[in-house]
């Protein structure tokens, strides 16, 4: 996991930081990161938007959420996920340093990832499959 940290934390970064500012273009946002490697926002992931999901859901599933994750990733229903679950998933440091790289506090950072991530994970894995970006 800690290969995929830098990947995860810029991805989470940017989910949090664009679902904040353009709560009404996310889906434009989405499609920018899905986009691949050739788009802003994808390019600003290190190691790719595949990588630093793949993590994630390593991530979930190595604190105890994995179904929730994998929910977002399937087709069926995206399972909801509160700001204390992703807080308990990610813990204080990588909180902290999301908070640090984007300047919103820690409550923004969850409040926003709470709402947005499940969009996000859903919509760069359509059909249920891991982008190879």
Known sequence: MANNMP???ALLGL??????????KISDFVKGLSGGAASPA????????GGALG???????NNGMGD??????????????NGAQLSQVLGPDMVAKI???TGMTPDQILAQLSTVLPQVV???T???QMPRT
Do not use: C, E
């Not at 993590?55 to 599933?61: C, D, I, P, T």
């Not at 929910?71 to 996920?81: D, E, L, Y």
């Open 42 to 49: 994808a390019a600003a992931v290190p190691g790719g938007i």
């Open 126 to 128: 359509p059909g249920g």
């Open 68 to 81: 929730v994750a994998k929910s977002w990733v399937g087709t069926g229903a995206n399972m909801p996920i």
């Open 7 to 9: 990947s995860l934390t």
């Open 15 to 24: 989910v949090a930081v664009a679902g904040y500012q353009n709560r009404d």
């Open 122 to 124: 859903d919509h760069l």
């Open 55 to 61: 993590g994630l859901v390593s991530h979930f599933q």
């Open 99 to 101: 908070a640090a790289s």
